[in-house]
């Protein structure tokens, strides 16, 4: 994805936010620090306080899934967190 489209669309890789290696819990939790930790230039927040970027690109699993959750889940509701963990 890099290699066939960031780079070629002139993405800053400073600008490039992959997630870790780890438990899912702790992927989390490293990938909500980094994007509370941002300037408000950098990553802004929605009055609900979620994160606005500009794209997110997801791969997909082994199996075909893809990670994602959506603003107005009942699971992001429910912790406040900009990610979550899920087996």
Known sequence: A????VEPLGVPAAQVYKVGEG???????AYTAMLRGQPAAV??????????????LLGTGADGHVGSLHPNKNEIKQT???SQSCR
Do not use: Q, R
């Not at 890099?2 to 489209?5: A, D, F, G, I, S």
């Not at 438990?23 to 939790?29: F, H, I, K, Y």
């Open 43 to 56: 990553c802004g927040k929605t009055a609900g306080g979620m994160p606005i970027l500009d794209m997110i």
């Open 2 to 5: 890099v290699k066939n489209l």
């Open 80 to 82: 406040g967190s900009e």
């Open 23 to 29: 438990t899912p819990e702790a992927v989390a939790d």
